[in-house]
């Protein structure tokens, strides 16, 4: 393919994704596949020859779409949103045009220092406190990560190593394999899996939190197991606070979480995935407070900020932390500018080497939206949860199971974990509309995101029309089992 045909083609594919996005409602939103079905629609093997742009192009109808769960539908409900916008579409593309691999300031100027300027530009929207920035003077800063599982696993690692760096300067008979086997890091029993797999990788113990009836963690309940797991020898020395959990979008209470954190010399690293977006608005801006006691904070433009995976910011307090952690100068990686102070080298915040430039989808989004626009984006999504609710809360054959805060609802019918779980069946079979369960203590919980940027009002409606009439269907024909046995 030369530019004359990339330009044709790309053209074409424009079209093709905009149609796409355009009428994805038309579309079945789960996919009527069953698993391997793609494998005997294609040859065993690459071909030897080149094939045609044309036939590529006509089995993604033929191949792919068949198998595609549609994310962006109005009718997907589930899991959280994955963001996705025009702009962040365009900004993409130019991104794979470009095509650097921006692991360092001199591999690509332009890549690294937009992506700083972007991070103290998102941080401003959501009022992080002044040493989170990179600013002029500061010790601080932002990255983008791939997502909130690596920000949570390099804010472990940061933390696992400044901590055996002082154990051992307090105790220095004591080896750094002694102090591996007693280190702990602590996380919500709501928390995200991606916690529990940072501590598999990195080595070392985790432990739950119980949570309050909110689902929340809350500063008696950590210090409790600190204090526990002190008395026996262990060293606490990292806690992941959630603000938004996945099952039901509660938030830990930072307020009182962050002394003792401090108290105590433990990592506090803040994971907002889902939520974070939201503290854009002043009126949800509180649920951040606490903020300041963090070592780290997360949260994902690439979830609720219209800016297409993978987008995952990520700021430090102490940018030495981190690179102290992974810093490593191999003689063709190293510049004659990376002494001078005024350059950051990407690669000591994080996993991999390369990294694409994904600061470019932040700028294009963040400009041709505005901060008026993504706020009424969320508010928007706000409200449809709200709508969601009032209609749950208008059947008496059903009840809710967490606060509505954001733009989740849990809820499920009246009854036992059998019955929620036949009426999730229904409605996963009839593949009208897209939701996943979750467990809140012993109870089985249907969840409603609200994900779509084309959601509308009409399309909740629609929703709980389908979801009611299931749950009736299922309720008539429960009570002829039940008389029967």
């Given at each position: 393919?030369?530019?004359?045909?990339?330009?044709?083609?790309?053209?074409?594919?424009?079209?093709?994704?905009?149609?796409?996005l355009?009428?994805?409602?038309?579309?079945q939103?789960?996919?009527?596949?069953?698993?391997?079905y793609?494998?005997?629609?294609?040859?065993?093997?690459?071909?030897?020859?080149?094939?045609?742009?044309?036939?590529?192009?006509?089995?993604?109808?033929k191949?792919?779409?068949?198998?595609?769960?549609?994310?962006?539908?109005?009718?997907?409900?589930?899991?959280?949103?994955?963001?996705?916008?025009?702009?962040?579409?365009l900004?993409d593309?130019?991104?794979?045009?470009?095509?650097?691999?921006?692991f360092?300031w001199?591999?690509?100027?332009?890549?690294?220092?937009?992506?700083?300027?972007?991070?103290?530009?998102?941080?401003?929207?959501i009022?992080?406190?002044?040493?989170f920035?990179?600013?002029?003077?500061?010790?601080?800063?932002g990255?983008?990560?791939?997502?909130?599982s690596e920000?949570?696993?390099?804010?472990?690692?940061?933390?696992?190593?400044?901590?055996?760096?002082?154990?051992?300067?307090?105790?220095?008979?004591?080896?750094?394999?002694?102090?591996?086997?007693?280190?702990?890091?602590?996380?919500?029993?709501?928390?995200?899996?991606?916690v529990?797999?940072?501590?598999?990788?990195?080595?070392?113990?985790?432990?739950?939190?119980?949570?309050?009836?909110?689902?929340?963690?809350?500063?008696?309940?950590?210090?409790?197991?600190?204090?526990?797991?002190k008395?026996?020898?262990?060293?606490?020395?990292?806690?992941?606070?959630?603000?938004?959990?996945?099952?039901?979008?509660?938030?830990?209470k930072?307020l009182?979480?962050?002394?003792?954190?401090?108290?105590?010399?433990?990592w506090m690293?803040?994971?907002?995935?889902?939520?974070?977006?939201?503290?854009?608005?002043?009126?949800?801006?509180?649920?951040?407070?606490?903020?300041?006691?963090?070592?780290?904070?997360?949260f994902?433009?690439?979830?609720?900020?219209?800016?297409?995976f993978?987008?995952?910011?990520m700021?430090?307090?102490?940018?030495?932390?981190?690179?102290?952690?992974?810093?490593?100068?191999p003689?063709?990686?190293?510049?004659?500018?990376?002494?001078?102070?005024?350059?950051?080298?990407?690669?000591?915040w994080?996993i991999p080497l390369?990294?694409?430039?994904?600061?470019?989808?932040?700028?294009?989004?963040?400009?041709?939206?505005?901060?008026?626009?993504?706020?009424?984006?969320?508010?928007?999504?706000?409200?449809?949860?709200h709508?969601?609710?009032?209609?749950?809360?208008?059947?008496?054959?059903?009840?809710?199971?967490?606060?509505?805060?954001?733009?989740?609802?849990?809820?499920?019918?009246?009854?036992?974990?059998?019955?929620?779980?036949?009426?999730?069946?229904?409605?996963?079979?009839a593949?009208k509309?897209?939701?996943?369960?979750?467990?809140l203590?012993?109870?089985?919980?249907l969840?409603?995101?609200?994900?779509?940027?084309?959601?509308?009002?009409?399309?909740?409606?629609?929703?709980?029309?389908?979801?009611s009439?299931?749950?009736?269907?299922?309720?008539?024909?429960?009570?002829?089992?039940?008389?029967?046995?």
């Open positions: 393919m030369d530019a004359a045909e990339f330009r044709k083609r790309g053209k074409e594919m424009v079209d093709y994704v905009a149609d796409y355009e009428k994805i409602d038309k579309r939103v789960f996919p009527d596949v069953e698993p391997g793609l494998r005997p629609l294609i040859p065993d093997c690459a071909p030897q020859d080149p094939e045609s742009f044309e036939d590529v192009f006509k089995d993604i109808e191949i792919i779409m068949p198998g595609v769960t549609h994310w962006h539908s109005p009718y997907f409900f589930a899991y959280f949103p994955a963001a996705s916008s025009f702009p962040a579409l900004a593309m130019l991104c794979g045009g470009i095509g650097c691999v921006g360092s001199a591999a690509s100027p332009a890549c690294t220092e937009l992506e700083t300027v972007m991070l103290d530009w998102l941080g401003k929207m009022n992080l406190p002044e040493e920035l990179a600013g002029k003077h500061s010790q601080g800063g990255v983008i990560q791939g997502s909130a920000a949570t696993l390099i804010s472990l690692l940061a933390a696992r190593t400044k901590t055996i760096r002082r154990v051992q300067s307090e105790k220095p008979e004591l080896t750094e394999a002694d102090i591996m086997g007693r280190l702990v890091a602590y996380a919500s029993d709501q928390a995200h899996s991606s529990e797999r940072a501590a598999l990788i990195g080595g070392v113990k985790i432990k739950n939190v119980c949570s309050d009836d909110t689902f929340s963690v809350c500063g008696s309940a950590l210090q409790k197991v600190l204090d526990e797991d008395a026996s020898g262990l060293i606490p020395f990292f806690f992941c606070a959630t603000l938004g959990t996945t099952p039901c979008c509660s938030f830990d930072l009182e979480l962050g002394p003792i954190c401090n108290k105590e010399n433990i690293h803040i994971d907002a995935a889902y939520a974070g977006s939201a503290f854009i608005c002043p009126e949800f801006r509180h649920l951040l407070n606490g903020v300041e006691f963090a070592d780290s904070f997360n994902n433009p690439h979830k609720w900020l219209l800016v297409n993978d987008c995952s910011a700021w430090v307090k102490k940018r030495s932390d981190l690179t102290g952690a992974f810093k490593l100068e003689l063709y990686l190293q510049h004659h500018h990376q002494e001078s102070g005024l350059v950051t080298d990407y690669r000591h994080q390369g990294r694409r430039f994904r600061s470019l989808k932040l700028w294009f989004v963040l400009r041709m939206y505005g901060v008026t626009g993504l706020q009424e984006h969320i508010r928007k999504h706000v409200r449809l949860s709508q969601f609710e009032h209609l749950v809360l208008q059947d008496e054959r059903f009840e809710t199971c967490a606060e509505v805060v954001l733009g989740l609802v849990c809820f499920r019918l009246k009854g036992s974990n059998e019955l929620n779980k036949a009426l999730l069946k229904s409605i996963t079979e593949k509309i897209h939701l996943v369960p979750c467990h203590r012993e109870k089985f919980v969840r409603f995101a609200i994900c779509s940027r084309t959601v509308e009002s009409t399309h909740i409606k629609f929703a709980w029309q389908h979801i009439q299931l749950a009736t269907d299922l309720l008539k024909t429960w009570e002829q089992k039940h008389h029967q046995q």
